[in-house]
């Protein structure tokens, strides 16, 4: 990213377009986000005072790549500070890697590889995921408690948690253009769409409920229990259920948070009140809750499933859809950049699904079909 956006976010002087792009930019990867944490720790315990002014503003690149260089042994301390900052752009923890056991090793501060599927574990040791890889999880003590099976990583449970017998928390994250499977130790099946993460146990302490977090899109068949409700935390909303099928779409650029139910039922409810059966909003199966992040209310209504959920099989739908929404989604799905320079097409719809073209072929068709011109220069589209 250029200097000067990442140096204005920090000092709180990105205007939103710079905002979204550099959101963007860091949701295409493991790699972007490692160093935009990495960058933004050194700012914060540099402690720069207020400034403005080029010089200033090449004092402060000066010193910051140095301090980037310098504390990647010391990584662990910056830490807290970075914390104070991770709710701002409402990205996932910062990961820094060393690993142990199977899978590739990556250390401390060392730049995880571009487009990677990664999975950090608890004690911030990173994996990096392969398709044709077989990466392990162990626990403390050695025991496995999750492999790698294809394009899935399965979690069987088991005596995963320590003398504080407490489960250790793990994030997977998908970037753009990938999807990946997840299975947890209730056999609960998730798939994950591009640009997703997901925070969850090891393994679900017994007694208790089973919970994780979620920024991104994802598609859940949730294990039945009745006595553990399964929670998703996504932002400022939770969905409670007790085994079902339904598909959740949280992308922090996005302004509202969709929730579709297949099968099953759902409750919806502010993350920061208590569950309640009176405040919450239940979903019946072919319907869509719409959280608007702004109002922190949800509205019902009717939904098509196949609509939502088509991406699970490589489809891109689109029905009415407006041209911002479709942006966003080619982006995640092709890992491109789209710029839109031609204010005509903002406020329009559009109709249209696509599954095994290129990206060049999705373009051409909204070319032919709607006169969108466009050109390319590397993995940017900009349209005209």
């Known amino acids: 990213m250029e200097r000067e956006k990442i140096l204005h976010y920090l000092r709180g002087l990105a205007s939103e ?34 400034s403005s002014g080029e010089a200033d503003m090449d004092r402060e690149w000066q010193v910051l790549q140095r301090s980037v260089t310098f504390r990647k042994r010391a990584a662990f301390h910056i830490l807290r500070y970075a914390a104070v900052f991770v709710v701002m752009l409402g990205l996932g923890a910062l990961a820094y890697t060393h690993l142990s056991g199977t899978g590739q090793e990556r250390q401390q501060g060392e730049d995880i590889p571009e487009g990677a599927i990664t999975l950090r574990l608890d004690n911030g040791n990173v994996k990096i995921i392969r398709e044709d890889g077989s990466v392990v999880v162990e626990d403390p003590a050695g025991n496995v408690v999750g492999k790698q099976q294809g394009k899935q990583l399965v979690y069987t449970g088991g005596p995963s948690a320590g003398a504080d017998h407490r489960p250790r928390l793990n994030t997977l994250t998908v970037p753009y253009a990938k999807t990946f499977d997840l299975v947890l130790s209730d056999g609960t099946r998730i798939t994950l769409n591009s640009g997703t993460s997901i925070t969850y146990p090891d393994r679900f302490a017994p007694g208790g409920k089973r919970e994780v977090t979620l920024e991104g899109e994802a598609y859940f068949r949730v294990a039945k229990d009745s006595l553990h409700p399964f929670v998703v935390n996504s932002g400022d909303m939770n969905i409670r259920v007790l085994g079902t099928e339904f598909n959740v779409s949280s992308y922090p650029e996005d302004k509202s948070i969709n929730t579709v139910l297949v099968e099953g039922a759902v409750s919806i409810y502010e993350a920061r009140t208590k569950y309640s059966t009176a405040r919450a909003v239940v979903l019946q199966p ?21 609509l939502h959920t088509a991406w699970i099989n490589g489809r891109i739908i689109f029905r009415h859809t407006p041209f911002e929404d479709i942006v966003k989604k080619l982006e995640r799905h092709y890992d491109v950049v789209i710029v839109n320079e031609n204010t005509a097409f903002e406020d329009k719809n559009f109709t249209a699904s696509f599954d095994v073209e290129t990206i060049e072929q999705v373009m051409e068709a909204f070319g032919s079909g709607y006169g969108l011109k466009y050109r390319m220069e590397g993995n940017k589209i900009i349209i005209e």
């Not at 809750?289 to 499933?305: I, L, P, Q, T």
């Open 17 to 50: 377009e710079e905002k979204k792009e550099l959101l963007r930019w860091v949701n295409r990867s493991e790699a972007n986000r490692d160093y935009f944490y990495r960058v933004k720790a050194a700012y914060v315990a540099s402690r720069f005072p207020d």
């Open 286 to 306: 072919g319907q869509i809750a719409v959280w608007d992040k702004a109002r922190k209310r949800a509205e019902v209504g009717e939904a098509d499933a196949d």
